[in-house]
């Protein structure tokens, strides 16, 4: 069959599933491919997204189901904006005109064509459908001060690369739940969660890290941030650590023992001005390939308790001010425990 009359028979299986008219059974992996082009190249993906009823109604097996979602599934987002705040909620830029995200406002079935809020509204509930193949969330929520709290119903797709300030500087954000996320291929989580003050709790067990190799001022001056769950980060080929718990000032607790740092040459100002960490146990940590440990405990005036029993700081070209501002206890306590 030739390719032309295959688009055109998708174009008309895309004219009854929009009309919600009975869908033919269709088997063909070819036309399927050539259904979802198709819809690429249109930008409506969220139009047939696969659910298991689309699913059923194509006949596919798991495997193609899941092999579709992974590559062409829509992200949704929905967000609660903050009272009385006016300003940008995302920053997604349209290239000449696509529709790369929709936008509704109060579960309207109506679509809204901008990504900001206007001082005189009144929105409690907006939903994002990025239906856009794009490979970088970088930015996506900068300074996007309106936000109070962000939900990921959908994040299937396993194409996203870059997630770097993905949330920098979102003052007023409270809360986001990672329900459902993909970041298999993400390499770059730099600042990504940076100065969200208000940010209490942050959970990324569903988090994949494995191909992160920047996590540099992930969460620095995190000031309100209680409850970091990141045991399930994977950070075997993360070289920059820096700044990745600065001025995080009311922390109390912190569990890195599973953070492998055996390709780790960054570690300045890691723990920078965590105030109220009393104790960290960094037994586990490899620091063979460090170059830096610059003011790494500078400002942690409560710390009581610290492993550092397998440092070997000799090469290390810069570990000025390591304890610059911590008790002398703690540093005669380092000083026994480690003589390197």
């Known amino acids: 069959m030739e390719t032309s009359n295959i688009t055109n028979e ?3 299986e895309l004219i009854q599933i929009k009309d919600g008219t009975k869908l033919k059974n269709i088997k063909s992996k070819y036309i399927i491919n050539e259904i979802f082009d198709f ?22 097996t798991l495997n193609d189901h899941k092999e579709y979602s992974e590559k062409f599934s829509s992200i949704i987002i929905d967000i609660i904006p903050a009272e009385n705040i006016n300003g940008k909620f995302i920053n997604i830029i349209n290239k000449e005109d696509e529709s790369y995200y929709h936008i509704y ?7 809204i064509k901008r990504n900001y809020l206007k001082e005189t509204e009144k929105i409690k509930n907006i939903k994002i459908i990025i239906t856009y193949q794009i490979q970088s969330l970088k930015k996506l ?28 500087l979102c003052t007023s ?30 959970n990324l067990s569903k988090f994949n890290t494995k191909n992160v190799t920047n996590m540099s001022g992930m969460f620095s001056m ?17 070289t920059d ?31 920078y001005g965590c105030s109220l960490l009393k104790e960290l146990n960094l037994s586990n940590f490899v620091t063979n390939k460090i170059n830096t440990m610059k003011e790494m405990f500078a400002f942690c005036k409560s710390l009581k308790e610290l492993n550092i029993s397998n440092f070997n700081i000799t090469d290390i070209e810069n ?14 306590k380092t000083k026994v425990q480690n003589k390197n």
């Open 39 to 60: 819809l690429r190249t249109k930008k409506s993906l969220e139009m047939v997204r696969y659910s298991r009823n689309f699913k059923k109604k194509l006949n596919l």
């Open 173 to 202: 954000l409270k809360e986001i739940n990672f329900h459902q996320i993909n970041t298999d291929n993400a390499t770059s989580m730099k600042e990504m969660f940076s100065l969200c003050k208000s940010l209490k709790r942050i």
């Open 319 to 332: 570990k000025s001010n390591m304890f610059e501002g911590c008790s002398k206890e703690l540093k005669m």
């Open 241 to 271: 650590m820096s700044f990745m718990f600065y001025g995080c000032s009311s922390l109390r607790e912190l569990n890195v023992s599973n953070l492998d740092t055996n390709n780790a040459t960054d570690m300045s100002y890691m723990f």
């Open 105 to 111: 406002f109060n579960n309207s079935k109506e679509e």
């Open 10 to 12: 998708v174009k008309e």
């Open 222 to 238: 995190c000031k309100s941030l209680k409850e970091v769950n990141i045991t399930n980060l994977r950070t075997n080929n993360v």
């Open 141 to 168: 929520f900068y300074h996007c001060k309106c936000i109070q709290s962000l939900n990921f119903k959908n994040f299937t797709r396993n194409n996203i690369s870059d997630m770097s300030d993905m949330f920098f």
